[in-house]
């Protein structure tokens, strides 16, 4: 049973800077990617960004592109997403989650299978 636990949300000010964490337990050979995802109050989740296992191939969504920064540790089966220059907009439970698609860096939550709890961030204005 693959388990995920995200931890390094918090309240920070518009244009400061974050680094969230997963941890993952229970990881096997069939997983082959990570991605984050987050939700707003009284919106749908949605992508973040995605990067494979093996070759560290990534993928973000147009929103975070150029300010987020996704990043794994096979050694510690971690992945993390550093998000800089952070705005009201990004306020959110973030989300970790499973890829275990063929092709990974898939940006459909109906295509990840584990899902962490969520970390919280807060920007204010």
């Known amino acids: 049973q693959v388990q995920l636990v995200e931890s390094g949300g918090g309240l920070v000010q518009a244009g400061g800077s974050l680094r969230l964490s997963c941890a993952v337990s229970?990881?096997?050979?069939?997983?082959?990617?990570m991605g984050w995802f987050r939700q707003a109050p009284g919106k749908e989740r949605e992508f973040v960004a995605t990067?494979?296992?093996?070759?560290?191939?990534?993928r973000y969504a147009d929103s975070v592109k150029g300010r987020f920064t996704i990043s794994r540790d096979n050694a510690k089966n971690a992945v993390y997403l550093q998000m800089n220059s952070l705005k009201p907009e990004d306020t959110a439970v973030y989300y970790c989650?499973?890829?275990?698609?063929?092709?990974?860096?898939?940006?459909?939550?109906?295509?990840?299978?584990?899902w962490g709890q969520g970390t919280e961030v807060t920007v204010s204005s």
């Open positions: 989650a499973v890829d275990q698609t063929a092709m990974g860096l898939q940006v459909v939550d109906a295509s990840y299978e584990y």
């Open positions: 990067i494979m296992w093996g070759n560290g191939r990534t």
């Open positions: 229970g990881r096997s050979f069939s997983t082959n990617a």
